[in-house]
């Protein structure tokens, strides 16, 4: 079947057509089911009592209270018959017994002739010594009257059903293609090429509007992740052609009008200087390329980010310095942590690099790491720098992002974005704030801590939520 | 020192072996894998650089595995276009010495080739290292220069013993970040040169002659004025 929309039809009439037959089937056996029951109770009770009051008293005690009972009857429904071995009538108010009586032992139905009307009887035949008779039963014409009333209601009530359920079906299959139309159309734009387009949200907050929440979301992303590509591949464009073209024109430049070697050999240094800056945006892309892809993901191990971190401030403490600047480290004497040792000492180092870039002289880095309880090891970097505008943070960490302020300064544009790489990488996620002045960059690390299990090289796979608690 | 050439591209291996030569070695060349091998297990060098795609076969990573395996322990710069960490970590793992990756700096090949040769012919563990007037107690940890106490924190410690191990020789930004701190990747800002700074403060600052001195466009060098 290859429309779905028929399908969702098609079950949609067979569970409800299942349900009205369970209905009618609850139906029948609660009313028609139940007089027959109460009925054959009756009858067993009856011959009982008959039974009974005949092993105490013989034949006449029996014919007795069959008398008594007919005048005790006063719906009239009760049916005695008592034969001797000639199938004479002794007792009871039927005329004779049916010949095929005789063969049939037990409960059954019967129809009689009685008082001059027919009608239908349930009947329990029992065998007495010496050949005796005796037929116990109550007349069900009123019960067969219901339950042809019964059948006959229910088997409209099972056309209407049939009506109704295709009905149904039909109508499901068109709300069905009404609300997927939509979707349908919005995708055949989209790989028209019109990313502009969203499927329409009805307001109500249904399964299907979430459906169209979640693939707007992607769609948005797929926007995003489109404008990411043209927005890197211009920025490489223009990072790249800048230096290049430096270059260029200081070799045709030294070329035809370099006075002497001197000025030669200096023009060619100076592109030599220009080239390396090409390289290393490169091998910045290349890095953070390697990272999203996760490749390195097999160096995870367990690691401890205190003395990582006291190594960074040594390195980096001594720079400060020399700018007048103060490294102020907030470690504790343990952060252990589940990730890449290089990869962490590489983000810490770009926040760094940047944290001094933009810090005024005097200025104070802080560079604090805690365990979070629950969520992970956590790394802070604060500078007393101009921070970054709340409406550019979001987008800080894109790749050749620059802020206005970070016009001036030499950079490339791809520190941060390597940080966010290394946060990914390690299911965890960086975000700036405002230091008040400056920027605190926080690098949360998401990571598992412990002792290693056997999955654990999978745990960095993992969204953003505690792993374990610490 | 006779230093084997292992590249295909014949401008890298023409800008090398010219460069190689000019610093006073002897270099032979070879454009492809199989060629190299053989020259690699009949000859002895003192140190071979090797590219790690090659024609004829033979790539650099199995050629170096192959001669690990005939148990020859010359020492090996890879030279490679292959930049990422698990190519640099291959690399070392199948009996590299050294990892470079191109575009490369020529100090820098020849900084780390003369640094591993050198290596190479090292006699034991030293307790002891001089140059010049500058002496450096292993076991102690004690520096004296001129017989006067020069005292260092554990990082300057750590500086100052790789660049007098290298005593000679040009020892580049990278290999001291390497070699010092074990960072392998490139700061923006100008760290080492900061740290050798203050390591000139105690070591150079209060004597009259200096020990380490800057090469321009490549890195430092350790080395007693010449008499």
Same mark, same amino acid.
């Given at each position: 079947?290859?429309?779905?929309?028929?399908?969702?039809?098609?079950?949609?009439?067979?569970?409800?057509?299942?349900?009205?037959? @369970? &209905? !009618? =089937?609850?139906?029948?056996?609660?009313?028609?089911?139940?007089?027959?029951?109460? +009925?054959?109770? *009756? $009858?067993? /009770?009856?011959?009982?009592?008959?039974?009974?009051?005949?092993?105490?008293?013989?034949?006449?005690?029996?014919?007795?209270?069959?008398?008594?009972?007919?005048?005790?009857?006063?719906?009239?429904?009760?049916?005695?018959?008592?034969?001797?071995?000639?199938?004479?009538?002794?007792?009871?108010?039927?005329?004779?017994?049916?010949?095929?009586?005789?063969?049939?032992?037990?409960?059954?139905?019967?129809?009689?002739?009685?008082?001059?009307?027919?009608?239908?009887?349930?009947?329990?035949?029992?065998?007495?010594?010496?050949?005796?008779?005796?037929?116990?039963?109550?007349?069900?014409?009123?019960?067969?009257?219901?339950?042809?009333?019964?059948?006959?209601?229910?088997?409209?009530?099972?056309?209407?059903?049939?009506?109704?359920?295709?009905?149904? @079906? &039909? !109508? =499901?299959?068109?709300?069905?293609?009404?609300?997927?139309?939509?979707?349908?159309? +919005?995708?055949? *734009? $989209?790989? /028209?090429?019109?990313?502009?387009?969203?499927?329409?949200?009805?307001?109500?907050?249904?399964?299907?509007?979430?459906?169209?929440?979640?693939?707007?979301?992607?769609?948005?992303?797929?926007?995003?992740?489109?404008?990411?590509?043209?927005?890197?591949?211009?920025?490489?464009?223009?990072?790249?052609?800048?230096?290049?073209?430096?270059?260029?024109?200081?070799?045709?430049?030294?070329?035809?009008?370099?006075?002497?070697?001197?000025?030669?050999?200096?023009?060619?240094?100076?592109?030599?200087?220009?080239?390396?800056?090409?390289?290393?945006?490169?091998?910045?892309?290349?890095?953070?390329?390697?990272?999203?892809?996760?490749?390195?993901?097999?160096?995870?191990?367990?690691?401890?980010?205190?003395?990582?971190?006291?190594?960074?401030?040594?390195?980096?403490? !001594? =720079?400060?310095?020399?700018?007048?600047?103060?490294?102020?480290?907030?470690?504790?004497?343990?952060?252990?942590?589940?990730?890449?040792?290089?990869?962490?000492?590489?983000?810490?180092?770009?926040?760094?690099?940047?944290?001094?870039?933009?810090?005024?002289?005097?200025?104070?880095?802080?560079?604090?790491?805690?365990?979070?309880?629950?969520?992970?090891?956590?790394?802070?970097?604060?500078?007393?720098?101009?921070?970054?505008?709340?409406?550019?943070?979001?987008?800080?960490?894109?790749?050749?992002?620059?802020?206005?302020?970070?016009?001036?300064?030499?950079?490339?544009?791809?520190?941060?974005?390597?940080?966010?790489?290394?946060?990914?990488?390690?299911?965890?996620?960086?975000?700036?704030?405002?230091?008040?002045?400056?920027?605190?960059?926080?690098?949360?690390?998401?990571?598992?801590?412990?002792?290693?299990?056997?999955?654990?090289?999978?745990?960095?796979?993992?969204?953003?939520?505690?792993?374990?608690?610490? | 020192?006779?230093?084997?050439?292992?590249?295909?591209?014949?401008?890298?291996?023409?800008?090398?072996?010219?460069?190689?030569?000019?610093?006073?070695?002897?270099?032979?060349?070879?454009?492809?894998?199989?060629?190299?091998?053989?020259?690699?297990?009949?000859?002895?060098?003192?140190?071979?650089?090797?590219?790690?795609?090659?024609?004829?076969?033979?790539?650099?990573?199995?050629?170096?595995?192959?001669?690990?395996?005939?148990?020859?322990?010359?020492?090996?710069?890879?030279?490679?276009?292959?930049?990422?960490?698990?190519?640099?970590?291959?690399?070392?793992?199948?009996?590299?010495?050294?990892?470079?990756?191109?575009?490369?700096?020529?100090?820098?090949?020849?900084?780390?080739?003369?640094?591993?040769?050198?290596?190479?012919?090292?006699?034991?563990?030293?307790?002891?290292?001089?140059?010049?007037?500058?002496?450096?107690?292993?076991?102690?940890?004690?520096?004296?220069?001129?017989?006067?106490?020069?005292?260092?924190?554990?990082?300057?410690?750590?500086?100052?013993?790789?660049?007098?191990?290298?005593?000679?020789?040009?020892?580049?930004?990278?290999?001291?970040?390497?070699?010092?701190?074990?960072?392998?990747?490139?700061?923006?800002?100008?760290?080492?040169?900061?740290?050798?700074?203050?390591?000139?403060?105690?070591?150079?600052?209060?004597?009259?002659?200096?020990?380490?001195?800057?090469?321009?466009?490549?890195?430092?060098?350790?080395?007693?004025?010449?008499?």
């Amino acid at each position: 079947m290859h429309s779905a929309g028929v399908r969702f039809g098609m079950i949609y009439a067979g569970v409800f057509a299942l349900s009205t037959i @369970a &209905l !009618a =089937v609850f139906l029948w056996w609660s009313t028609a089911g139940l007089l027959d029951r109460q +009925t054959d109770a *009756a $009858i067993n /009770a009856d011959t009982q009592g008959l039974l009974e009051r005949y092993s105490d008293g013989g034949l006449l005690a029996l014919e007795d209270v069959i008398e008594q009972r007919l005048m005790g009857n006063v719906d009239d429904d009760a049916i005695y018959l008592l034969t001797d071995p000639a199938l004479h009538k002794l007792a009871g108010n039927l005329n004779q017994l049916p010949t095929r009586v005789l063969q049939q032992e037990g409960s059954y139905q019967l129809a009689i002739e009685r008082a001059g009307h027919r009608g239908m009887a349930q009947v329990q035949q029992i065998e007495l010594p010496g050949r005796f008779h005796l037929l116990v039963g109550r007349d069900v014409e009123v019960h067969a009257q219901m339950t042809r009333l019964l059948t006959d209601a229910l088997l409209w009530a099972a056309g209407a059903a049939m009506l109704l359920g295709t009905a149904g @079906a &039909l !109508a =499901v299959r068109g709300l069905f293609r009404i609300t997927l139309a939509d979707v349908s159309a +919005t995708a055949t *734009a $989209i790989s /028209a090429g019109d990313l502009t387009r969203r499927v329409r949200v009805s307001g109500r907050e249904d399964e299907f509007d979430r459906l169209a929440e979640t693939i707007n979301d992607m769609l948005d992303r797929i926007g995003r992740l489109m404008d990411g590509v043209r927005q890197v591949s211009n920025a490489i464009a223009h990072d790249l052609r800048t230096p290049i073209a430096r270059a260029r024109a200081r070799l045709e430049d030294a070329a035809s009008h370099a006075a002497s070697e001197a000025d030669l050999r200096a023009a060619i240094e100076r592109a030599e200087t220009d080239l390396d800056g090409v390289v290393a945006i490169f091998n910045a892309l290349l890095r953070i390329a390697e990272i999203e892809a996760g490749a390195r993901r097999s160096a995870f191990a367990d690691i401890d980010l205190a003395p990582l971190l006291l190594d960074l401030a040594d390195l980096y403490g !001594a =720079v400060a310095e020399e700018r007048g600047q103060v490294l102020r480290p907030d470690i504790p004497a343990s952060v252990p942590a589940f990730g890449d040792r290089e990869m962490i000492q590489q983000a810490v180092a770009n926040l760094l690099d940047n944290a001094m870039k933009f810090s005024p002289g005097h200025g104070t880095i802080r560079l604090a790491a805690e365990l979070v309880p629950g969520q992970g090891p956590r790394i802070t970097v604060a500078d007393e720098g101009p921070g970054i505008p709340e409406a550019d943070r979001a987008r800080a960490p894109e790749r050749f992002f620059r802020g206005e302020t970070a016009r001036s300064t030499p950079g490339s544009g791809l520190g941060l974005a390597l940080v966010q790489a290394v946060a990914t990488l390690h299911g965890g996620e960086l975000w700036l704030e405002d230091a008040a002045p400056g920027l605190r960059a926080v690098l949360a690390l998401n990571t598992r801590v412990g002792p290693p299990r056997v999955n654990a090289s999978s745990s960095a796979n993992q969204p953003a939520v505690p792993v374990e608690a610490a | 020192m006779r230093i084997l050439v292992v590249e295909d591209d014949k401008d890298v291996a023409g800008f090398v072996v010219k460069g190689l030569r000019e610093a006073g070695h002897v270099v032979e060349h070879a454009d492809n894998g199989r060629d190299g091998l053989f020259m690699a297990a009949s000859e002895n060098f003192d140190a071979i650089v090797l590219d790690r795609m090659l024609p004829g076969g033979i790539d650099g990573l199995r050629l170096l595995e192959t001669l690990r395996a005939q148990n020859n322990q010359t020492p090996v710069v890879f030279l490679s276009a292959l930049a990422q960490v698990d190519d640099r970590v291959r690399g070392l793992k199948a009996g590299g010495d050294d990892y470079l990756t191109k575009p490369f700096a020529f100090a820098e090949l020849l900084a780390r080739v003369e640094g591993l040769a050198r290596r190479g012919k090292g006699e034991g563990p030293q307790t002891k290292l001089v140059t010049g007037d500058l002496e450096m107690d292993l076991l102690s940890r004690g520096v004296k220069r001129a017989g006067q106490k020069i005292d260092l924190q554990p990082r300057e410690f750590r500086l100052l013993e790789y660049l007098m191990r290298h005593a000679g020789q040009v020892v580049t930004r990278t290999m001291l970040l390497e070699g010092v701190w074990d960072y392998h990747f490139d700061p923006q800002t100008n760290v080492i040169d900061v740290h050798v700074s203050r390591l000139r403060q105690k070591v150079d600052k209060p004597f009259p002659t200096s020990l380490i001195h800057t090469v321009r466009n490549a890195g430092y060098m350790l080395r007693a004025e010449q008499p």
